[in-house]
């Protein structure tokens, strides 16, 4: 069966009972901070889930792409991958189990026409918050599941949500293809799940509302929210065991196999990892997301860069990223209709995609003589490897194939420093984040708070002076001097350089006061204070302003410490204009 049969199959067979069609929602959602992505189809929905009447009814079927940034390194193995769709009904406070494993069961039996005898089934065993999920039990006994095909699992196998900290959430059924139902009958146990017991489906019954103390409340209503993968599903049907082998995949993985002229067979993972990443990076791009340091653009930097990495590995060092994705667009029988955007943004992705692998070779060759510089001189340790990976976002596993290559043996605490420096990095941007890491900007010494606020200064003097695009991208301080970086197209002109100078200057003259005020994060951007990493802030952040905090010269989301006026700052110069690095300008500056 094709995912396209699939998909249109369970569309039409719930419009059959009065299900009502909604369209997949953008892979980013909007207006939530709480998620880079959507990753389950009930993701958009927790406002219904909670009680708000949905304007098309109580019962709803979707067919919705979902993003799991937790499988990213999972991805390589038969099962697992980052973009998928996910095939959905809900009942918004209408039908309740009973119903939903009858809808399940009819339309497995049905209308797939999967032998009923090779379900296995799953259901809560229940715990001190909710009881032993019987009447599941009993609605799958009663349609002819035989009692030694349902198994009771504890809370972390059968119990779903909420997706964040707080939310809809309640004990759910599983619903289990048994792939090897030629081999004797084996005990069901979670482990064996993966290979022999394929899960398909999962239908949550979300009567919970876990809230901010950690108590599981009725909600107002009982819903419903079911899942089932479209890409295992496929699997499934196909009689297969590798998804990648489905119909789904087999466009893709030829094609890399084309490009590398590699079989898939003794490349597996690599191709695997190819496939995969690259449709996840085509569908981000298709919503407009751009590669980038930050969030959603970040992750769509990372899958492209993976994806370029193992490529590298089977061999293939030309541009090979957007020729993939066009056999990935190609796919129209599987994504045609459903996501129009693939062909409206075609251009776009096609062409992100060339200059984002442009810039990684870029900073792979950088990276692989600073690799081999560090071999040469016996200097490879695992703090120096770590910096290459922080800097030039080198892969480990390509430092330490380099150092194979080059026949250099790693010193035994390698490993061990690699990780210590990256954990102690997390934990440091971590604690920065909350606001209790003074860092770089620590001793208090009165040039680095003079060039800090000054940097204020300038971030607000390039906005007004080039424009709103511009937006900090980095800042560097020493005694010495500032460092900025900031998004512009191009290079400033001599005349622009002169602007900028003059403006801060006035504004040093001008005596402004420095003051503080602690927000929460949400009043923050109802000012429009200038922030970044939007989802690293904390609830409570502190907004400095320059000038009258009414009307001030610049407002920036920001740790401290600054001057009390900028009066005593003295005389700003720009020294240097560069690029930084596309679409990036960098500055350095003095204050004399
Ligand atoms: N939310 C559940 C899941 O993701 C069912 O849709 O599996």
């Not at 340091?293 to 030309?318: C, D, N, W």
């Not at 026949?407 to 934990?427: P, R, T």
């Not at 900031?486 to 801060?504: A, G, N, R, S, Y």
Request: hydrophobic fraction near 35%.
């Amino acid at each position: 069966m094709q995912a396209r049969d699939l998909k249109d199959k369970y569309i039409s067979f719930f419009k059959s009972k009065n299900h009502s069609e909604i369209p997949s929602y953008p892979i980013v959602p909007e207006n939530d901070r709480s998620a880079l992505f959507i990753s389950a189809g009930m993701h958009p929905l927790v406002p219904y889930l909670l009680g708000q009447p949905h304007p098309q009814g109580k019962r709803l079927v979707s067919i919705q792409e979902c993003l799991r940034t937790g499988d990213i390194e999972e991805t390589g193995d038969t099962t697992h991958h980052t973009w998928f769709e996910m095939l959905g009904n809900w009942s918004l406070g209408d039908y309740f189990k009973d119903e939903s494993i009858a809808l399940s069961y009819e339309f497995l039996t049905k209308i797939l026409n999967i032998d009923p005898s090779l379900l296995h089934i799953t259901c809560f065993e229940g715990n001190k918050d909710a009881p032993k999920d019987e009447v599941s039990q009993k609605a799958w006994l009663s349609l002819g599941i035989k009692k030694d095909h349902i198994h009771f699992l504890p809370k972390k196998d059968n119990w779903w949500g909420p997706a964040g900290t707080t939310g809809p959430c309640g004990p759910d059924t599983e619903i289990f293809v048994d792939v090897f139902p030629s081999l004797a009958q084996e005990d069901f146990v979670a482990g064996n799940l993966r290979g022999r017991y394929i899960e398909i489906w999962n239908n949550v019954f979300m009567q919970y509302n876990l809230d901010e103390k950690g108590n599981y409340q009725n909600l107002s209503q009982k819903n419903v929210d079911t899942g089932m993968g479209v890409e295992r599903t496929i699997t499934v049907l196909s009689g297969l065991t590798d998804n990648y082998q489905s119909t789904i995949w087999k466009p893709i993985i030829q094609k890399i196999e084309d490009q590398t002229s590699l079989p898939y067979k003794t490349n597996e993972s690599s191709m695997r990892i190819i496939a995969d990443h690259l449709r996840s990076a085509v569908f981000v791009l298709a919503d407009e997301i751009e590669p980038s340091p930050k969030e959603a653009g970040y992750v769509l930097r990372r899958l492209i860069r993976r994806a370029i990495v193992q490529a590298k590995k089977l061999g293939l060092t030309k541009n090979f990223t957007s020729s993939l994705a066009q056999t990935i667009i190609d796919n129209k029988d599987n994504y045609a209709g459903d996501y129009p955007e693939l062909e409206r943004n075609h251009d776009f992705i096609l062409k992100s995609l060339d200059d984002e692998e442009n810039r990684f070779r870029v900073t792979l060759d950088k990276g692989l003589k600073e690799i081999s510089r560090l071999i040469d001189k016996k200097q490879l340790t695992g703090l120096n490897a770590f910096n290459i990976y922080q800097s030039h976002g080198f892969p480990l596993e390509m430092i330490v194939e380099e150092a194979q290559k080059a026949n250099h043996s790693l010193d035994k605490n390698f490993q061990k420093d690699f990780k210590n420096a990256k954990e102690g990095h997390i934990k440091l941007s971590q604690t920065a984040a909350k606001g209790k890491f003074a860092g770089g900007l620590a001793g208090d010494d009165p040039k680095i708070l003079a060039y800090h606020t000054t940097t204020h200064l300038l971030h607000a003097a390039l906005r007004e002076i080039l424009g709103d695009h511009v937006s900090q991208s980095g800042s560097n301080i020493t005694k010495e001097r500032l460092r900025f970086d900031f998004t512009h197209p191009q290079k400033l002109t001599d005349d622009e350089i002169k602007k900028i100078e003059d403006q801060v200057n006035k504004h040093i003259s001008s005596s402004l006061p420095i003051t503080q005020e602690t927000m929460t994060y949400e009043e923050s951007q109802k000012k429009g204070i200038i922030s970044f990493f939007k989802d690293r802030y904390p609830q409570k952040v502190t907004a400095y302003f320059i000038g009258d905090p009414k009307n001030p010269i610049s407002a920036e989301l920001c740790m401290g410490p600054h001057v009390e006026n900028t009066k005593d700052l003295g005389k700003f110069s720009i020294q240097k204009e560069e690029s930084s690095s596309s679409g990036k300008r960098r500055l350095y500056a003095l204050l004399s």
